[in-house]
């Protein structure tokens, strides 16, 4: 089966660039979530989407970022205009959404972003 | 609110060493808890879970038992290989099929 699957793999580009990362989750499961990770501030979670509805996004450091789910099968992040510190390693990752909290996520091999 | 704390690392070990990492949460219930593994340059990977008090989960020789009394899942490997070399990551379900996740530790295993 294919797991979730992000692109690109790797990313660099100027400050003020627009950056668009893309995910596309396991069929069948109907939760999606984006994370940051650095060293720094270790795994964050930005947001969460449930059959394609933005149900958390308090984790979205500023007004810069921004995520769709237009169907069940693809969910963008976009940072427009990027800065250096948004450099880190970005993950989608996608679980049965049950309600019930005890379905584990599957996680994509992630984005790693480079702004410089 | 509720987290998770686990041991920070990072932890070296020699090969064929006995692993223990330490793992408690907090929570206003009775969650999910899993353990995930991250390889070098790939995403996190369930390792193991368990879903109610007493439950063992395993995997791949590792082990954690999910202990209420305790409110703990640690997680334990007998023989631990160099292949076995990746970072761990404690975690717990949460509302609308969040996961809170550890700070994770670093583990290093050496021939």
């Known amino acids: 089966d294919a797991g979730v699957i992000q692109s690109p793999r790797h990313e660099v580009t100027e400050m003020g660039q627009e950056v668009t990362l893309r995910c596309k989750p396991i069929?069948?499961?109907?939760?999606l979530f984006w994370y940051r990770q650095t060293m720094m501030r270790g795994l964050e979670l930005l947001i969460y989407?449930?059959?394609?509805?933005?149900?958390?996004d308090s984790g979205m450091p500023e007004d810069r970022f921004s995520a769709k789910m237009p169907n069940a099968s693809f969910s963008t992040l976009k940072i427009q205009p990027s800065e250096p510190r948004d450099s880190a390693v970005y993950f989608c990752?996608?679980?049965?959404?049950?309600?019930?909290?005890?379905?584990?996520?599957?996680f994509g091999d992630g984005t790693r972003l480079s702004i410089l | 609110g509720d987290s998770v704390t686990q041991m920070e690392g990072p932890v070296t070990l020699s090969e064929e060493a006995f692993l223990t990492i330490n793992c408690t949460y907090t929570?206003?219930?009775?969650?999910?808890l899993f353990w995930y593994v991250q390889y070098p340059g790939e995403g996190l990977q369930l390792l193991l879970k368990?879903?109610?008090?007493?439950d063992k989960g395993s995997n791949k020789g590792f082990e954690a038992t999910y202990r209420k009394e305790t409110t703990s899942f640690h997680l334990e490997k007998g023989s631990v290989q160099v292949s076995d070399s990746a970072v761990y990551f404690c975690?717990?379900?949460?509302?609308?099929?969040?996961?809170?996740f550890g700070p994770g530790t670093s583990l290093s295993v050496i021939p």
């Open positions: 990752a996608s679980s049965r959404g049950t309600g019930m909290s005890n379905q584990p996520q599957h």
């Open positions: 069929s069948g499961h109907n939760s």
């Open positions: 989407f449930n059959n394609n509805v933005p149900i958390d």
């Open positions: 929570a206003t219930g009775y969650p999910s």
């Open positions: 368990a879903t109610k008090a007493d």
């Open positions: 975690a717990q379900g949460t509302s609308y099929d969040k996961v809170i």
